[in-house]
């Protein structure tokens, strides 16, 4: 084979998915979304069982855990969280209705981004009304 | 020799032989937190600001504490395994061994954790 021989030259061409010309759209923005929203989440996730273990442990742990669950930046990490946590929850009900071969024309698929990304605010919104 | 048909042997199977298991593992653990989350978040939500005493109590509730358990291990397999596609996606070689061990283990590290102060609190 070509390869390995050292006269071969590598030919320079352009990689999928051409990242600089790339016109962004619902249905791409949804699923990128939805691997961000469920990595963010072990945000939420190590802060509430770091929470939890302080309380279980001891009083001066506790309040050291519940200072940091409970200032500015606890508070902005478990609301950023809770919406990541609704965005994903939609957009996998998004997947189930996918794998049912439900929504997949491209107009309904892209209703149902703008769904799950609305939704997910306004269930936020709910959330943090009734909590 | 094998008296099973091929047929038999490659239906449900997919192209890699592997990936239908894990996206039905990745289906039904959906599923069940689609269930749960709903019920948890207003639990959890309502323990944040309280004291510890209050804290303590909330979680010591047995359905409390029950579900709390089951979202833990459910959601953090379904981290580790949705976690490890994208390390199978972006990483290649000794850094895609390393990124899937690190993703496996810190999602058993949280869930233990997690398992461990409910314990505590709760018994």
């Known amino acids: 084979m070509a390869e390995g021989t050292g006269s071969f030259r590598r030919v320079e061409r352009p990689l999928s998915p051409h990242l600089q010309i790339y016109r962004i759209q619902m249905t791409s923005v949804s699923s990128i979304l939805t691997r961000i929203t469920g990595h963010a989440l072990m945000a939420g996730v190590i802060l509430g069982v770091w929470w939890l273990l302080a309380a279980a442990v001891s009083e001066p742990y506790f309040a050291l855990a519940n200072a940091v669950m409970t200032s500015w930046f606890g508070k902005l990490v478990m609301t950023g969280s809770l919406w990541a946590v609704w965005y994903h929850y939609l957009a996998g009900l998004r997947h189930l209705l996918f794998d049912a071969r439900l929504g997949l024309e491209i107009k309904t698929a892209e209703r149902l981004g703008w769904a799950c990304i609305l939704g997910s605010v306004a269930l936020t919104a709910l959330t943090l009304v009734i909590v | ?123």
């Open chain 2, 1 to 123: 020799m094998q008296y099973i048909t091929d047929r038999k042997r490659a239906v449900g199977a997919g192209a890699a032989h592997t990936g239908t298991a894990h996206h039905w593992f990745m289906t039904v653990s959906s599923v069940a937190l689609a269930v749960m989350l709903p019920v948890w978040l207003y639990l959890f939500g309502a323990a944040i600001g309280g004291t510890r005493d209050q804290v303590v109590a909330a979680f010591a509730n047995p359905f409390t504490a029950i579900l709390t358990a089951l979202v833990l291990v459910v959601s953090m397999r379904h981290f580790a395994k949705g976690s490890a596609v994208m390390v199978e996606d972006y990483a290649h070689g000794t850094a895609r061994k390393a990124g899937l061990i690190f993703v496996s283990s810190l999602a058993a590290v949280i869930a233990t954790t997690g398992l461990y102060a409910l314990i505590r609190i709760a018994l």
